[in-house]
Structures are given as structure tokens and as C-alpha cells.
């Protein structure tokens, strides 16, 4: 199993999204996303979202909020993954150019009308909630099937 972190970095009604162009081979190529990455050994979720954050974006994320943790069975048709969801509203530095894609800010109205993974549209909405959240997302070749979702 991989283990990952994902982050929604927040401001003015405002979200700092991913348009992933850059890489070659890249299962997420032309969609959008958060930010983040795979754990390293003895790394915490917690550092391993602010490492990420800082290499993918040039910010300094400050007291990132756990918001959900979500398993995704298969998800490259290979491996499970597991992603530990966070959002960030505190930070300081400047955007740099990303490997990854091209960063930009974008207003939270829009962010669902954006080439994402079927899955993202439904728990994005989740974030604004003031509970944690435990869910499953399963996908088959790259196509939504179905999730359940447990709230606390």
C-alpha cells in the first residue's frame, strides 16, 4: 500500500490547485488536483504534507488541518493507496514554477467544474465540514464506481 497526503491550501475564496501537464506518464496527466505526495520512511503525515507542499509549490504550510482519510483499492490497478487529506490556510513564501504542472489559484466556485477525478467532485465539498472523514473511493481503469464515507 502507498501512503500519500493530498492538501487544498486556502485563501480570499480562493484555492491553490495543480493543472498536471508536465510529467511524462502520469496517470493524473491534464487533471487537476491538490497538492502532495508519498510519505517517506519515519515521516509523518503532518511532514510529509508540508515537505510536499514546499517542494511542489515554493509555501511554507503552517498547521495544516487534518480533514479525512481516504483509501483508494487498486487505484493505479496495481496498488492500494491510502491519503491522508489535509487543508492549509496559514502560509508564507512564493509560488514557484512546479515539475508537476502548472500551479494556480482558483476561485472555490469554480473548482468543480475542473477536469478532476470523479471522485475529488464529491469529496472536495466535504472539506467545509466540521467533522473528519473516513472514506473509500473505488475506480476501475481510471473510471469512478462508487464510495462509501463514514463522518465523526
Known amino acids: 500500500m502507498k501512503i500519500g497526503t493530498l492538501c487544498y491550501i486556502k485563501k480570499n475564496n480562493k484555492t491553490l490547485m495543480l493543472h498536471r501537464v508536465k510529467k511524462e506518464n502520469d496517470m493524473h496527466k491534464n487533471k487537476w488536483n491538490g497538492l502532495g505526495g508519498k510519505l517517506i520512511p519515519g ?3 503532518e511532514e510529509c504534507v508540508i515537505r510536499e507542499i514546499k ?7 503552517k498547521t495544516p488541518s487534518l480533514k ?4 483508494f ?3 493505479d490497478n496495481i496498488e492500494d493507496w491510502l491519503v491522508f487529506v489535509f487543508t492549509a ?6 509560488l ?3 515539475d508537476e504542472g502548472n500551479l494556480k489559484w482558483i476561485d472555490n466556485s469554480d473548482i468543480l467544474n475542473l477536469n478532476m477525478w ?4 464529491i469529496f472536495i465539498p466535504w472539506l467545509n465540514k466540521n467533522k473528519l472523514f473516513s472514506a473509500k473511493f473505488y475506480y476501475s481503469n481510471n473510471n469512478y464506481i462508487k464510495h462509501e464515507v463514514i463522518f465523526y
Do not use: A, H, Y
Open 43 to 45: 515521516e509523518s503525515p
Open 55 to 61: 517542494e511542489e509549490s515554493g509555501l511554507n504550510i
Open 68 to 71: 479525512g482519510i481516504i483509501t
Open 73 to 75: 483499492p487498486k487505484f
Open 89 to 94: 490556510n496559514q502560509f508564507s513564501g512564493e
Open 96 to 98: 514557484i514554477d512546479s
Open 118 to 121: 470523479e471522485g475529488d467532485r
